[in-house]
Nanobody, 118 residues
Framework: QVQLVESGGGLVQPGGSLRLSCAASGIIVSINAMGWYRQTPGKERELVAVIGSGGNTNYADSVKGRFTISRDNAKNTVYLQMNSLKPEDTAAYYC????????????WGQGTQVIVSS
């Protein structure tokens, strides 16, 4: 099994920035797609950004131009740089990783809270 540990959430004023990190550990042969999702109470979890093994990226329209996803394959870590944060970005953020160990699998992080408020 592969475990994900997230960090970097917190309270920030509108217009501010935060950087989320998510490190994968366990028996990992390779990691395919890595992504970030977010969820607010009463709503379904939604995709924020995803990055493929080749570095190709995809973003939700609501974060394009403000958020940047990146990965460090040597560290099995994915990052989400969030700039120009808005109150509507307030949510629990979860990382998601598709990996291959003894077989293929998928893991979710425990979630990290981001609050954008003055």
């Amino acid at each position: 099994q592969v475990q994900l540990v997230e960090s970097g959430g917190g309270l920030v004023q509108p217009g501010g920035s935060l950087r989320l990190s998510c490190a994968a550990s366990g028996i990992i042969v390779s990691i395919n797609a890595m992504g970030w999702y977010r969820q607010t109470p009463g709503k379904e979890r939604e995709l924020v950004a995803v990055i493929g093994s080749g570095g190709n990226t995809n973003y939700a329209d609501s974060v394009k131009g403000r958020f940047t996803i990146s990965r460090d394959n040597a560290k099995n870590t994915v990052y989400l740089q969030m700039n120009s944060l808005k109150p509507e970005d307030t949510a629990a953020y979860y990382c998601n990783v598709y990996w291959r160990g003894y077989g293929p699998g998928q893991s979710w992080g425990q979630g990290t809270q981001v609050i954008v408020s003055s």
